[in-house]
């Protein structure tokens, strides 16, 4: 926690807004663009690319993280060194690694790039240092989802009226046994 609050000193904090992303269930390369969004200030009306008017972004349950298709066993993540790490093993080891790498990776390569990563802080859980800040949470955009094709669009209507069919005439039925059984009994 003490880390968390290192390098501080060294961003002007005046009038920065605090957003807190949550990143259970998240898919990482939205959640991460997201993030590379709010920390170079695309999000507000007065942003110039040569300023760092970005606000400062607090990431919590960064070990919740999600991706799609076979990353967690596909991604390798490599080491001058020759050391080599899949996504799972790096998500195992230390999870707030794998979003500070994805969101660096998204902002330019300039000189405000560390500047700018400097205002990231990240935690593998819930619990945070800024608790005497004002905090706002960020809400993630709803995906937009391309529309359908026209010829699935109509398969996926008549599947459901014909569900809509089906489970209309099993009620009947049942209805029907009933009365059947109430007839007999009388």
């Not at 008017?53 to 967690?72: H, P, S």
């Not at 390569?109 to 800040?133: C, Q, V, Y």
Request: with cysteine; glycine share 6%.
């Amino acid at each position: 926690m003490q880390k968390a609050a290192a390098g501080l000193r060294r961003i002007n904090l005046e009038g920065l807004r605090w957003r807190v992303f949550d990143a259970k269930g998240q898919v990482l390369g939205r959640l991460a663009s997201q993030i590379s969004t709010v920390i170079q200030g695309k999000d507000k009306p007065t942003y110039a690319p040569y300023r760092d008017d970005g606000d400062m972004c607090i990431v919590l349950n960064a070990k919740d993280v999600c991706v799609t298709g076979r990353k967690l066993t596909d991604k390798i993540y490599h080491w001058h060194t020759g050391q080599e790490r899949s996504l799972k093993d790096q998500l195992a080891k230390d999870p707030t690694e794998v979003i500070r790498k994805a969101v660096r990776r998204m902002l330019p390569r300039n000189k405000l790039r560390d500047d700018r990563e400097r205002k990231l802080r990240i935690f593998a859980g819930s619990e945070h240092p800024f608790g005497d800040r004002p905090l706002e949470p960020f809400v993630m955009p709803s995906r937009k989802v391309r529309e359908m094709r026209p010829r699935a669009r109509r398969a996926l209507i008549r599947a459901e009226k014909k569900a809509e069919q089906q489970q209309q005439k099993a009620s009947d039925t049942s209805k029907g046994s009933k009365k059947n059984k109430a007839e007999v009994n009388a």
